[in-house]
């Protein structure tokens, strides 16, 4: 049955309030009653912070901040992410994190991945305010560069190990993921919107209001709900056989040789320990 939690990520300089509009319209659809939607937010300030105390938190900080998250607000059920611009970088490097660290396992509750207007392949957006501050005083900006190296390996783990995965193990997880550019988006075009994702498409609206239901021709919500529904309906991957637990073998034979020795004892000083004095 489709349900579960959608978990909503917001983009640079932006808040979860960025979701109202498409909230309020899926909040009100029936269809979507067994879904239960939170907003993820982090912060993303326009200025870069002076001080020795505080930092703008990086993608790394961010991702890894997700997995508890989810354990505290979605701890039973599938789940569902739908992101906007930078938010789904974010998403990739905590997916990427997630198998670099064997947790795939884990991530089979993930039943949808839907990024909006992301700048898969970088942005030049803010290019002249990241040659202003620099990485030191907005890591966030400094990463939306175009061939960034960070954002371009969280995207082949999550190519090779999600989106061509065959089956859920420690280190893949096969999970369906759409990815949508805005037709008229001059910050994110298409190309790096698209990246060389296979299920990729084109959404009426810019950068902002592919987020606007009452946007002229807006698709948006309907397509994100399609997805929702369709994912999370779908029968669960096959999960792999968690690799064995290293044990000795029962009746193991050892060699043992010694020299120049008078006091030895063999084992392992609980089971089958034998202690031998050799004569000169």
């Known amino acids: 049955m489709a349900g579960g939690h959608v978990i909503l990520i917001h983009g640079i300089f932006s808040s979860p309030k960025t979701w109202d509009k498409l909230h309020a ?3 009100d659809d029936p269809e979507l009653s067994a879904f239960t939607v939170h907003r993820f937010g982090y912060e993303s300030p326009r200025l870069p912070r002076i001080g020795a105390l505080t930092r703008i938190p990086d993608y790394d900080s961010i991702a890894q901040s997700l997995r508890p998250f989810l354990s505290v607000h979605s701890r039973e059920g599938d789940i569902s992410f739908v992101t ?3 938010g789904g970088l974010i998403l990739l490097r905590f997916l990427a994190w997630m198998l670099n660290e064997g947790r795939g396992r884990e991530l089979a509750r993930v039943r949808s991945l839907t990024t909006l207007a ?3 392949e970088g942005s030049d957006f803010l290019a002249s305010l990241r040659a202003l501050v620099g ?5 966030q900006a400094e990463e939306l560069k175009i061939f960034d190296r960070s954002v371009a390996a969280s995207r082949r783990t999550v190519q090779n190990q999600i989106v061509h995965a065959s089956m859920v193990s420690d280190r893949e997880c096969p999970i ?4 949508y550019g805005g037709n008229s988006d001059n910050i994110v075009k298409q190309v790096p919107a698209q990246g060389t994702f296979p299920d990729t498409a084109m959404l009426p609206g810019d950068h902002f209001s592919i987020l606007d239901p009452a946007h002229p021709g807006s698709l948006t919500a309907a397509v994100v709900k399609l997805h929702l529904l369709q994912d999370t309906a779908e029968s669960r991957p096959a ?3 968690p690799p064995p637990a290293a044990t000795p073998a029962s009746g193991a ?3 043992v040789t010694i020299n120049n020795s ?3 004892t063999v084992g392992d000083g609980h089971q089958a320990t034998r202690h031998y004095t050799i004569d000169d």
């Open 253 to 255: 034979k050892f060699n």
């Open 118 to 120: 992301c700048p898969h």
């Open 176 to 179: 369906p993921l759409h990815v």
């Open 262 to 264: 008078r006091d030895v």
């Open 25 to 27: 319209t899926w909040a």
């Open 239 to 241: 999960t792999s056989a």
């Open 135 to 139: 990485r030191r005083f907005n890591p």
């Open 84 to 86: 906007h611009s930078q």
